[in-house]
């Protein structure tokens, strides 16, 4: 027993010299410093470290995590080289300081050893929130144009002077970063397009127009930022799939026709539309939603009711999103022109008279059946005869010697008649 003791002690003795040996091999993880954040161009997010040095006998990569982005989408990547760069997303909240987390690891060893974590946290545009402008919304009409409107920030000054520069791109890709070093945010500023026509409220800017005339299948990126001439208020960022607010032209109604089965037809156009749209029909108040076709029967439609119509159209998310999760709350367009189907006269009167006529029909044969319903009742289901009228009570008796159930016909009595002739010259009997 002793000896079994001591043999154990030995290995564990073994086990803790080796993986201690093995670890100071290894040298210490050291987590990545003197990090900067900026832009990777106009529509990549860029962050830098400085490369760690390590004594680990290993290659060494860096993974990173964006800890303000939700859960349905990748938090991060991990590459070995001492940067990381990703596009713009539309969950991930520009307008509030982004944190990402760093840490380094060594994945030839195993199990794998990392370093401790280190946090950054950094606004991708500096300057104080309640100067920010705020509810910004952008709106892209009938692929010719985008409308942007927005309220003044908390504490804007009354002469505050708004401008709204944008950017357009095709590609979600990245440039390489090679050597480069993050660009801070506000010298991208002078790069953008100036929007010139704006709109005013007691002398501030609070929208601006600037024309876009694009495909949906080109799925062009925006990047409109908000800021004022000085740069003095904190800039708004605003980032979005063009195709998500797409508001299309209304659709024009052409026909509008009651048919013969008691519905209403409508039919109706619409231009610069895909084929995979979705329209909804309103019918005095009742609404209703209709895939690609333009047209909708809406059945039990009432002769002496006028009917009161209008459509509407949005873009489907099948025809023209992006591939991932986007927004499927894509936007209507207005109503077209309301179309009225006036009640036909007499109708009411014609629709009366035709219930009474079928109720009355009802009622008369219903009474015509039950006066006659014994006959019916004979003639769909006649009387079966009793067969224990012709059969005796003692059925192996009536077997053996019992007559047959018929009766043989009786004989008939024959009676003789006799043709007594006389003739004409005789004299009738007294």
Sequence with gaps: MTAHRYLLLLCCLCAHWTCGTALSGLGQLLAPTNITFGM??????????????????????????????????????????????????????????????????????????????????????????????????????????VICTWKPGEVASPSVNYTLHYWLKEENTCPPVGNEEPTPFYDLLDQ??????????????????????????????????????????????????????????????????????NSVLVSWNVSNTPEDSIYEVQLNKESYEVFTDQSKQIPNALPDVAYTVKVRVRLHQNAVSLPGPQNENFLWSEWSEERTLQAIEGGKTTFTLLLFLISFIIIVVVILLLVNVRRLRILICPQIPDPSKGISSDFQHWLQYGKSVYSEPKKEEVCVVSLLETSPSSSPVE
């Design 40 to 145: 990777n161009g106009m529509f990549c997010l860029f962050w830098k470290w400085e490369k760690v040095t390590s004594t680990a006998n290993c290659s060494l990569s860096y993974k990173t995590e964006i800890l303000t982005s939700p859960a349905n989408m990748s938090p991060g990547g991990k590459d070995k080289h001492p940067y990381y760069t990703i596009f713009l997303d539309n969950r991930i909240n520009l307008n509030k300081d982004l944190t990402l987390k760093i840490y380094t690891q060594c994945e030839e060893q195993a199990p794998v050893i990392v370093s401790a974590s280190k946090l950054f946290i950094a606004p991708l545009a500096t300057g104080n929130p309640k100067t920010m402008v705020r509810n910004m919304t952008c709106v892209w009409h009938y692929k010719e144009y």
């Design 192 to 261: 953008g397009e100036l929007c010139r026509n704006y709109t005013y409220h007691n002398g501030i800017p609070v929208g601006c127009q600037f024309k876009l005339e694009k495909n949906f299948n080109d799925f062009y990126r925006l990047v409109a930022v908000v800021t004022d001439r000085t740069q003095n208020s904190k800039a708004y960022i605003y980032f979005v799939c063009v195709n998500n607010i797409a508001k299309l032209k209304p659709p024009v109604i052409n026909k509008i026709e009651r048919t013969l089965s």
